[in-house]
């Protein structure tokens, strides 16, 4: 895995403004816009002013799954005596809410691929926000074929997660939709 990983740190060095990451196998690069960058500002600044001191906010730090999986989720929610080390990678062990941000080349990824895999390690939640559909998808009860609760919400009211840190509530309001998004309904 030492292998992959620096290949996947010389990739990101080669392709600033993208996402790298190893999923199935393959290195997969996926360019961030403005409202993909966005959504993840509003909802790490709401997740971080909800949490206690025993808890963090991460972004785009690597999480090896497996031998073929080493996902840098957009978010993720792990104790803060592990984000006060300041690896580039953690155990996915340590995840309590992970959130990924839906972009064009990521669609089938955090729809299909990463839900297995996260609801596979435990996670207790996983949200979906995405921009082309200007909707959430929340995810809980994992397990080993993955998430056994799932609620798709349009953008406008709040969203309460509830996870094992307590009652989340993300705003999703005033979160981005794609312009060339089919209208929300």
């Excluded at 290195?27 to 949490?51: D, F, K, M, Y």
């Excluded at 206690?52 to 957009?74: K, R």
């Amino acid at each position: 895995m030492d292998r992959s990983r620096a290949q996947l740190t010389r990739l990101a060095d080669l392709f600033p403004g993208w996402l790298t990451e190893i999923v199935e196998g393959n290195v997969v690069a996926s360019p961030v816009t403005p409202h993909h960058g966005s959504t993840i500002r509003q909802i790490w600044n709401a997740l971080e002013s909800q949490l206690s001191a025993e808890w963090d906010v991460v972004s785009d730090v690597a999480f090896p799954f497996d031998e073929e999986n080493e996902l840098c989720p957009d978010l993720a929610v792990i104790p803060a005596s592990e984000a006060e080390k300041n690896e580039a990678a953690y155990s996915p062990g340590l995840i309590t809410l992970v959130v990924e941000v839906v972009s064009q080349a990521s669609r089938r990824r955090d729809h299909e691929i990463k839900p297995h895999l996260y609801a596979s390690r435990g996670i207790t939640n996983y949200v979906i926000l995405d921009p082309l559909k200007g909707h959430a998808v929340m995810m809980w009860n994992p397990g080993p074929d993955g998430y056994q609760g799932r609620d798709t919400i349009p953008y406008g009211p709040d969203l309460t997660v509830d996870s094992p840190l307590g009652k989340l509530v993300i705003a999703t309001g005033r979160l981005p939709v794609d312009p060339k998004a089919r209208p929300r309904r």
